[in-house]
C-alpha cells in the first residue's frame, strides 16, 4: 500500500518545510516535491499542517482504582486518542502485591490485544521491591518495558517507601531504565485528610485542599535527591506545582538528569473549577489537583525553557454519574483521576501555540518528539523522516474544534472543556500508513495497534 501526502507544511521539532510524503508499507519512504504520483491514496494537504503523530506517554486504560476501572479501555481510549492526534500511548500496567511483573505485563497486553487501535507501550506501576522484583525488572527491559513508575503518594495502594524507592532507582541504573515519579508526600496528605474529615469536610475542593503544592515540591527534591545519589536519571510525572518545578529547574541548573512532564489540565484548569456548584468538582479531582491559575504562566516558563520536556494527560475518566459518585459524601472516596487523552493536542495547539507560550515546533517537540526520545520511541516514532513509521496527522489550522461530552469520543460522561472552541483540527490520521481517521470518522481496524517494544538509555 502507497500513499502520498501532497503539499502540506511538514512540521518537526526542528522546523518545517512544504514537501510530499510518500508512505509505502506503513513506513516513511520519502520525503521531498514531485515524487511519483501512482499511489494507492493520495491525500492533499495543501494549506494544513503535517505533524508527527502525538505520543501520549501517560493515559491509564481500563485501569482498576479507586474502587473501579477507569472507563476507557484500550478500544475506547486509543480511538479518542486517534481522534484527537495522537498514535502512540504509553500505559501503565500495575504489579499487584505479591504477584510478578510478568503476571502484570502478560494482564495490560491481554487488555490491549485485540483492541488497541493505534500502537501502545508499557510502563510498569511497582507496587513493592523485592530482590525477585527488582532482578525481574531486567526481564522486563529485555521485553520493552523500558520505564518503571513508582509512587511516593497513595499509602496502602501504591505508595513505596525511600528505601524500596532508592534500590529500585539503582536497580533501574543497571539495566538502563527510567524511573518515572508520582511525587506527593502521601502519609503527610493523608494526615491533612484525616483532619479535614474530622472536621465535616466532605466537599470536592478539598482534595485539592489537602494536598498543597508544598507536598508535591518536596516530593519533587526528594526524588530528585534519591536519583542523584543512585546516579541514575529521574522523570517527574504529572508536575502540577510550580513549586515543584523550582526544584525540576534547579536540578537541571546543576546539570542534574532530571525530566519532567505537565498536562493540559494544569495549564488550562484551576483550583477555581473545584469551586464549581453542587458536586462539579469531582470532574477534576486528580492527583496532584489543579493548582492556582496565576501560578501557570511558571509552567508555561518551563515548557518554552524546557525545564518540563513532555505534556502527557495522565487520561483516567471516570464517569460523573457512576464512579465519581462513590465520593459524593466524602472527598476522599472520590476516583481519581480525569479524561484528556483526545484533547490534549487540540488544547496545547490553541491555547500553546496560537496563545503565544510555545511555537508550533515546540508544540511537536513536547507533545511527540521529547517524549519519544525520553521513552526509547525515537525515532521509530516522534519525527518525520524517512524510514520512520508513517505516524502522521495532518492538522488543520483554519478550522476550529468545539470540545463536549456530546461530541467527543472518550467513553466518559463529561469534557473537563465543555463548550472551549479551539482554532485548529484533527483532519486525517495515519497510523503507519493506514489512515484511522478521516473526515471526522474512524475509519482503522479495532486491534491493528501493535505493542511497541522501547529501548533500554
Ligand atoms: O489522579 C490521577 N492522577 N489518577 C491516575 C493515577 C496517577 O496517579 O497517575
Ligand atoms: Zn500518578
Ligand atoms: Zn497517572
Given amino acids: 500500500m502507497k500513499t502520498l501526502v501532497q503539499n502540506g507544511m ?122 525477585e522484583l527488582r532482578e525481574e525488572m531486567g526481564a522486563m527491559v529485555r521485553e ?14 501504591f505508595y513505596m517507601d525511600d528505601a524500596s524507592i532508592f534500590r529500585t532507582m539503582q536497580r533501574s541504573g543497571e539495566i538502563g531504565a527510567l524511573i518515572c515519579m508520582h511525587a506527593e508526600n502521601g502519609p503527610v496528605i493523608d494526615v491533612l485528610i484525616e483532619q479535614a474529615r474530622a472536621k465535616g469536610h466532605k466537599a470536592p475542593k478539598w482534595h485539592a485542599l489537602t494536598r498543597p503544592a508544598r507536598l508535591e515540591a518536596e516530593a519533587t527534591y526528594r526524588a530528585i535527591c534519591l536519583a542523584e545519589v543512585a546516579d541514575v536519571p529521574v522523570y517527574i510525572v504529572h508536575l502540577s506545582a510550580s513549586e515543584a518545578l523550582e526544584q525540576v529547574t534547579a536540578a537541571r541548573d546543576r546539570g542534574l538528569p532530571a525530566f519532567a512532564e505537565t498536562c493540559p489540565q494544569y495549564l488550562f484548569l484551576s483550583y477555581d473549577n473545584y469551586e464549581e456548584p453542587g458536586f462539579d468538582g469531582a470532574k477534576y479531582v486528580m492527583s496532584p489537583p489543579l493548582r492556582a491559575k496565576e501560578k501557570q504562566k511558571d509552567l508555561w516558563r518551563g515548557l518554552k525553557f524546557n525545564d518540563l520536556q513532555a505534556v502527557a494527560t495522565d487520561h483516567c475518566p471516570f464517569c460523573m454519574k457512576d464512579e465519581k459518585q462513590l465520593g459524593k459524601d466524602d472527598f476522599s472516596k472520590i476516583p481519581n483521576g480525569a479524561p484528556g487523552i483526545e484533547t490534549r493536542m487540540s488544547l496545547m495547539y490553541d491555547g500553546g501555540v496560537l496563545a503565544g507560550h510555545i511555537t508550533l515546533e515546540r508544540f511537536v517537540e513536547i507533545t511527540s518528539t521529547a517524549p519519544a526520545k525520553i521513552f526509547g520511541l525515537y525515532p521509530k516514532k516522534g519525527t518525520i523522516a524517512v524510514g520512520t513509521d508513517a505516524d502522521l496527522v495532518v492538522f488543520d489550522p483554519n478550522r476550529t474544534t468545539t470540545w463536549s461530552a456530546k461530541t467527543h469520543h472518550m467513553n466518559v460522561d463529561y469534557n473537563p472543556y465543555e463548550g472551549r472552541v479551539c482554532k485548529g483540527a484533527v483532519d486525517t490520521v495515519l497510523s503507519r500508513g493506514e489512515v484511522v481517521i478521516e473526515k471526522n470518522l474512524f475509519v482503522g481496524k479495532v486491534g491493528r495497534g501493535e505493542f511497541v517494544k522501547r529501548k533500554a538509555r
Avoid at 501517560?58 to 474502587?67: A, K, N
Avoid at 520493552?144 to 495502594?157: H, I
Fill in 10 to 131: 511538514i512540521v518537526t521539532a526542528d522546523g518545517r518545510t512544504e514537501a510530499d510524503i510518500l508512505v509505502d508499507g506503513g513506513i516513511i519512504a520519502q520525503i521531498g516535491r514531485g515524487l511519483p504520483t501512482a499511489v494507492d491514496k493520495k491525500i492533499d494537504a495543501r494549506g494544513k499542517y503535517v505533524l508527527p503523530g502525538g505520543i501520549d506517554v501517560h493515559t491509564h486504560l481500563d485501569m482498576p482504582f479507586g474502587g473501579s476501572f477507569s472507563v476507557d479501555d484500550f478500544r475506547t481510549g486509543t480511538i479518542a486518542a486517534a481522534f484527537g492526534g495522537t498514535t502512540c500511548i504509553v500505559d501503565f500496567a500495575i504489579q499487584e502485591r505479591g504477584q510478578s511483573l510478568r503476571h502484570a505485563f502478560d494482564t495490560w497486553m491481554k487488555k490491549a490485544e485485540g483492541k488497541a487501535a493505534i500502537d501502545y507501550g508499557f510502563h510498569m506501576i511497582m507496587r513493592e521491591s523485592t530482590p
Fill in 144 to 157: 520493552g518495558v523500558t520505564s518503571f513508575k513508582l509512587f511516593m503518594a497513595y499509602p496502602g495502594v
